[in-house]
Nanobody, 129 residues
């Protein structure tokens, strides 16, 4: 499966952005998806994840209550709604997919980047103070 992340940009603190991760070339509805980010000079870190049936989501403590992950399997797209953005959210944001998963793993997700086989190219989010 190929992933294309989009929706990044330059915004002010307190603004919102919605990132999209569009998939092609596979049965996306059987993939768990995660968002990760990497700030300049820092290691890549987990942001949020969603299971393929949307029944399970998980967030890093740093974004909990501000970010929301969702998916539309009919459109082969996962979204990351980012509200109340802070300067520390500035990073390249990547989406990643793990699968295809068996039908009984509908609630599975991972926070570990090593579990994700497929990665998008990243989209830059810059939040000014």
């Amino acid at each position: 499966v190929q992933l294309q992340a989009s929706g990044g940009g330059l915004v002010q603190a307190g603004d919102s952005l919605r990132l999209s991760c569009a998939a092609s070339g596979g049965t996306f509805s059987r993939y768990a998806v995660g968002w990760f980010r990497q700030a300049s000079g820092k290691e890549r870190e987990f942001v949020a994840a969603i299971s393929f049936n949307s029944g399970s989501t998980y967030y890093a403590d740093s974004v909990k209550g501000r970010f929301s992950i969702s998916r539309d399997n009919a459109k082969n797209t996962v979204y990351l709604q980012m509200n109340s953005l802070k300067p520390e959210d500035t990073a390249v944001h990547y989406c990643a997919a793990d699968g295809p998963l068996p039908y009984y793993s509908g609630s599975y997700y991972s926070t570990e980047e090593g579990k994700y086989e497929y990665w998008g190219q990243g989209t830059q989010v810059t939040v000014s103070s």
